[in-house]
């Protein structure tokens, strides 16, 4: 591509999570946590061209549902490099993505092609002095392209399928970015059904002793009807989590790709570890690497070409003809050549040239604008980043060491006979409680942080936009 404006491309992946068991988690970590699943980039060279079967469209693709029929599961519980693999698959936005980059190259192709010529054949006079008159039998007329305007015209479109390839591997970090995010979401839902069910049974042992107390005379009414109420929450608690995780899988499904992926246990990891992310590193990287903000970069080099190719216009065609026949009337054979080219007296193409200024204009205004947007958006999630990971690192440093060792302590004077049973439940309850809100925090963390990664783009299932904006010169029909 003959473009100027070049920028580092990269395709996102996920390197894979080392497995840890999440059916049955361990409420209080105490172990370093596997490395983080990163974003990987390409950035010394350019990423080679999206192609429908290589980078996008994996081979048999359709854009239809997909089913677990058609797609090959890994066996085994699924880790988040299945995920995205499945996703890349098998996500139709991608192939979305795919044919734009076709599209566009199909114009490039169509843009620099010359004109056809046009081969006839006439007759004149016909009937003079009882003669057939003058007939041409062959006649070839041709128009030639001048001033580079083909040229120019492909390398807009050759531009546009570079804007479209950027787009692409847009949406391939939506799509990775958005799986993430929903596999985060599922490991977290995994371990609140499991410390609900916790819960549930807490609370009926926790009943069970308090109708024990009821019997001696230690406890009354009014402790069993709190005990039996605690019972009915815990319960409506347990079956709201369930519904989360099938709500969440489904999410995970769709983001994936697969319409009936079977919802299985996931191996994978919440825990921060590494390095925490920093906002000047973070802004810089974002600046330097986004996809939107290169795209927006790339739009005004194109629109450069398009104002070049549109003053390139009023350069007149030259339309050359000839032909050979023969006059029945005079009886000889008879050549003409015609050479002919319009005058751009009044139509100099000042229109369009002024419109394409103005997209030029405002595709200039657009690298202002797309900045400050990223940055206003980095504000967000990076204060929720920040949030979220000090408030996970309160829990596992702080508040839960402290509520397991309360409960530990409670648990030994029970057993040393100083301490009644009823408060060790107590004890214990507060810790699972403590860890449903330990792992809330830990799904905003994570998802704070895969936005952050992937530059912002979270949404797999939205699709890519065109690389030709409404309104812009391109979009109507006068533009070579």
Not at 13 to 23: D, I, K, N, P, R
Not at 29 to 38: D, E, I, K, M
């Amino acid at each position: 591509m003959r473009a100027r404006v070049r920028a580092f491309v990269f395709s996102a992946s996920l390197s894979a999570v080392t497995a840890v068991g999440c059916q049955t988690p361990d409420p209080h970590p105490r172990q370093p946590s596997p490395p983080l699943a990163a974003i990987s980039r390409a950035t010394a060279t350019p990423t080679p061209p999206i192609t429908p079967t290589a980078a996008v469209l994996p081979e048999g693709a359709s854009s239809g549902v997909v089913t677990t029929a058609q797609a090959t599961l890994p066996a085994g519980p699924l880790t988040v490099a299945d995920l995205e693999q499945l996703a890349l698959a098998h996500n139709p936005t991608l192939v979305q993505a795919a044919a734009m980059v076709e599209a566009s190259r199909g114009k490039a192709l169509q843009a620099g092609l010359p004109f056809n010529p046009l081969l006839g054949m006439e007759a004149e006079q016909i009937g003079a002095d009882h003669s057939a008159g003058e007939v041409r039998w062959f006649t070839l007329q041709q128009q030639i392209v001048t001033g580079g305007k083909l040229r120019l015209s492909r390398l807009k479109y050759e531009q546009e399928a570079y804007l479209a390839e950027l787009q692409g591997h847009a949406q391939r970090l939506r799509v990775v970015n958005g799986m993430t995010v929903a596999y985060f979401s599922v490991l977290a839902a995994q371990r609140s059904v499991e410390n609900d069910r916790r819960l549930v049974a807490n609370a009926r042992e926790a009943l069970k002793t308090t109708e024990q107390l009821v019997n001696v005379g230690q406890a009354n009414e009014p402790d069993l009807l709190q005990a039996q109420v605690e019972v009915q929450r815990a319960e409506v608690a347990f079956r709201t989590a369930e519904a989360r995780l099938r709500q969440e899988w489904v999410h995970l499904a769709t983001a994936v790709g697969v319409s009936d992926l079977p919802q299985q246990p996931l191996t994978g990891n919440l825990e921060p570890d590494g390095t925490a992310l920093t906002w000047d590193e973070s802004l810089a990287r974002l600046y330097q690497e986004s996809p939107e903000l290169l795209f927006a970069m790339a739009k005004v080099q194109q629109d450069r070409t398009i104002v070049q190719r549109e003053r390139r216009e009023p350069i007149p065609n030259v339309t050359v003809r000839g032909g050979y026949g023969y006059n029945f009337e005079t009886r000889n054979k008879t050549a003409d050549v015609a050479f002919s080219l319009p005058v751009p007296l009044f139509d100099r193409n000042q229109g369009t040239v002024r419109q394409a200024l103005a997209d030029q204009a405002r595709s200039q205004a657009e690298v202002t604008r797309v900045q400050l947007d990223l940055q206003r958006r980095l504000s967000d999630s990076f204060t929720r980043y920040q949030t979220a990971r000090d408030e996970v690192e309160t829990f596992r440093t702080k508040t839960l060491p402290t509520s397991q060792k309360a409960y530990d302590v409670y648990l030994q004077n029970f057993k040393n006979r100083r301490a009644a049973y009823p408060q060790v439940l107590v004890a214990q309850r507060m810790v699972y409680q403590l860890n449903d809100e330990y792992n809330r925090a830990l799904l905003d963390f994570r998802r704070a942080e895969v936005e952050i990664r992937g530059f912002l783009l979270v949404d797999g299932l939205t699709a890519p936009p065109s690389p030709t904006p409404p309104g812009h010169i391109n979009a109507t029909p006068r533009p070579r």
